[in-house]
Nanobody
Framework: QEQLVESGGGLVQAGGSLRLSCAAS????????MGWFRQAPGKEREFVAT????????HYAGSVKGRFTISRDNAKNTVFLQMNSLKLEDTAVYYC??????????????????????WGQGTQVTVSS
């Protein structure tokens, strides 16, 4: 069982940066793939990025590729999302999630929220003009 707590959200101007953190309390963190999702007002939750258990393999949504970086520190049971060159459309509640595996049965990186077993409560990111 993983308990996930996000932090680091806030208000930032367009073009700025934020670093989100997600601290896990379970003893199996280092074996889980971790993902970041976000949900903007009136929209469905969408995939942002995912990282495998060792941190070697990552996968990003096209809308954030080149601007966001996912990483993890297994010694600290924490996963990070470094967000640079933020845009107004990045405004959303950001959630971290944990999955038993990185790849789906089809051999693809998991981008669907139902593929993740554990979720945090979310942290608000607001990008202003």
């Amino acid at each position: 069982q993983e308990q996930l707590v996000e932090s680091g959200g806030g208000l930032v101007q367009a073009g700025g940066s934020l670093r989100l953190s997600c601290a896990a309390s379970g003893r199996t963190f280092s074996r889980h793939a971790m993902g970041w999702f976000r949900q903007a007002p009136g929209k469905e939750r969408e995939f942002v990025a995912t990282i495998n258990w060792s941190g070697v393999i990552t996968h990003y949504a096209g809308s954030v590729k080149g601007r966001f970086t996912i990483s993890r520190d297994n010694a600290k049971n924490t996963v990070f999302l470094q967000m640079n060159s933020l845009k107004l459309e990045d405004t959303a509640v950001y959630y971290c999630a944990a999955s038993e595996t990185f790849y789906s049965d089809l051999g693809l990186a998991k981008e669907d929220d139902y593929e993740y077993e554990y979720w945090g409560q979310g942290t608000q990111v607001t990008v202003s003009s």
